[in-house]
């Protein structure tokens, strides 16, 4: 079983930086592939980043590229997203998510947990 918590979202004006966390509970965190989501209103939720368990590969949507930075400390069990660059169309409701599953890691439908999520509003 793992359990995710993020933390770290708020209210920022656009151009600013804000840094996501998210804590895992589990003893095979490293084996996992760890991915953020989010969801705005109205909207499905969408793949941001994700990061394999050796922290070799990391992945990212072409709308945050350049700005976003995903990482992860297997010794704190815990995964970050550094926020850079901040738009007014990056407010969402940001989620970690965490699978050991095969399948495409942009995809919601292969992630096995999820967090409950923190909001991230950027103002214009």
Known sequence: QVQLVESGGGLVQAGGSLRLSCAVSGRTFSSYTMGWFRQAPGKEREFVAAI????????????????????RDNAKIALYLQMNSLKP?????????AKNLAGDLTRTAVYNYWGQGTQVTVSS
């Open 52 to 71: 394999t368990w050796s922290g070799g590969s990391t992945y990212y949507a072409d709308s945050v590229k350049d700005r976003f930075t995903i990482s």
């Open 89 to 97: 169309e990056d407010t969402a409701v940001y989620y970690c998510a």
